[in-house]
Every structure is written in structure tokens, then in C-alpha cells.
């Protein structure tokens, strides 16, 4: 059974940074990219960042770029995000995410979330 | 503002089918990228439903379809069951983000 299980969520103030991390399961992490999707309360998904399964190249939507940096391990089968220089616009549950060709991703992780505030 | 749209709600009588449209650009969905569709209930992660377009994963009932045309795509759901009612999700990628785009979602109720 694939599983995908992220953890390092919790509170951290304005200006602050946290490393999230994914743990795999079941799949074999370096055939595949890996997404970090992130989704504030009561609002829609947004993607934030791909790796591809070599580790390069990495890219990531502008409302992350040059605070976050996504990274992995495949011998640990793990995928990694870390986050600075947080705002209050970053809360939001993180999903860990396996990307197949085409883009889609067909495994997600339950989420940990992420709340910024003082 | 998502790149790509959807609209906030949509509703059916159970039996009924309905639809769900997503409208892209020339630089994702017109490009020629699949277009993939994402069901997530209450509190849950989201669930992949139809991906390149028109394909369904093991698992998904045929009641779910999908279809692109253009710079469009649809997600057509029939037979509207009470479990259906659900946050639904559009999902391309972007040649000038060179990532991934997601629309901004549609929930679905049965009525």
C-alpha cells in the first residue's frame, strides 16, 4: 500500500521557518516527482513546488519563491520542505503529493498544517 | 485568482447529471497539457478522479467523465449520488509557470 505521511507542521510566528517532511511508503520515491500543494483554511488548492525524482530541476509558483526550497532524499525515501520568512498568507494544510507524467498526481499525503501567527 | 476557472457551486437532483466546467489559456490547457480532475470531501486530502483528460483511475465509478476541447475542459458527473457532494478541482499544467495550476474549486451539492 502507497503511503505518503507529512509531518513538522504547527504555530510559528511571523518571520519565522519550519521544515516540513514527507515519509513514503509502499513506492520506490526516486522514479517519481513530488509535488508540495498547500491549501488554506476554507480556500482551494495551490501548487507551490515540484522536484523531479533526480532532484533537479525543482521550480515553484511565485507566491514561495526564493523563501521556500523543496528538496528529497531518495535513500530515505523522504521529500522535504523548507519554509522562511513565513506570513500569515502561508497558513494552510501542506500535502505532500507523487506526480505522474502529465503532471497529475494520483497519491497525496493526509496533510500537516501550517499556522502562522503571533 | 486561479489560472484556471471554475465556477464556485454547482447543484443536481439525485439521478441528475451535471456538469463542472474548467477554462484555461493558450499557455496550460490550450497548450495541449491534460487537463485532471480532483474530487476532496470534508476534511479529507484530495482524490484523483479523472486524469489526462478523460481517463478514470481503478476504482472510480463511470459515472465520472471527463473531456477537453480547446483551451476548456469539463467534468461531467451523471447518475448524481447523495456521496457525490464534494469539493471538486481542475488541474493543468502552465508553460509560463512551468509548474502545475489548479482552479479554484467547485462544490457540489445534492439537492
Known amino acids: 500500500e502507497v503511503q505518503l505521511v507529512e509531518s513538522g507542521g504547527g504555530l510559528v510566528q511571523p518571520g519565522g521557518s519550519l521544515r516540513l517532511s514527507c515519509t513514503t511508503s509502499?513506492?520506490?520515491?526516486?522514479?517519481?516527482?513530488m509535488n508540495w500543494v498547500r491549501q488554506a483554511p476554507g480556500k482551494g488548492l495551490e501548487w507551490i513546488s515540484y522536484?523531479?525524482?533526480?532532484?533537479?530541476?525543482?521550480s515553484y509558483a511565485d507566491s514561495v519563491k526564493g523563501r521556500f526550497a523543496i528538496s528529497r532524499d531518495n535513500t530515505k525515501n523522504s521529500l522535504y520542505l523548507q519554509m522562511n520568512s513565513l506570513g500569515a498568507e502561508d497558513t494552510a494544510v501542506y500535502y505532500c503529493?507523487?506526480?505522474?507524467?502529465?503532471?497529475?498526481?494520483?497519491?497525496w499525503g493526509q496533510g500537516t498544517l501550517v499556522t502562522v501567527s503571533s | 485568482q486561479s489560472v484556471l476557472t471554475q465556477p464556485p457551486s454547482v447543484s443536481g437532483a439525485p439521478g441528475q447529471r451535471v456538469t463542472i466546467s474548467c477554462t484555461g489559456s493558450?499557455?496550460?490547457?490550450?497548450?495541449?497539457?491534460?487537463v485532471h480532475w480532483y474530487q476532496q470531501l470534508p476534511g479529507t486530502a484530495p482524490k484523483l478522479l479523472i486524469y489526462?483528460?478523460?481517463n478514470r483511475p481503478s476504482g472510480v465509478p463511470d459515472r465520472f467523465s471527463g473531456s477537453k476541447s480547446g483551451t476548456s475542459a469539463s467534468l461531467a458527473i451523471s447518475g448524481l449520488q447523495a456521496e457525490d457532494e464534494a469539493d471538486y478541482y481542475c488541474?493543468?499544467?502552465?508553460?509560463?509557470?512551468?509548474?502545475?495550476?489548479f482552479g479554484g474549486g467547485t462544490k457540489l451539492t445534492v439537492l
Open positions: 509502499g513506492l520506490i520515491i526516486s522514479t517519481y516527482g
Open positions: 493558450s499557455s496550460n490547457i490550450g497548450a495541449g497539457y491534460a
Open positions: 522536484i523531479s525524482n533526480s532532484g533537479s530541476p525543482t
Open positions: 488541474q493543468s499544467y502552465d508553460i509560463n509557470l512551468s509548474g502545475s495550476v
Open positions: 503529493a507523487r506526480v505522474r507524467s502529465g503532471w497529475h498526481v494520483d497519491y
Open positions: 489526462g483528460n478523460n
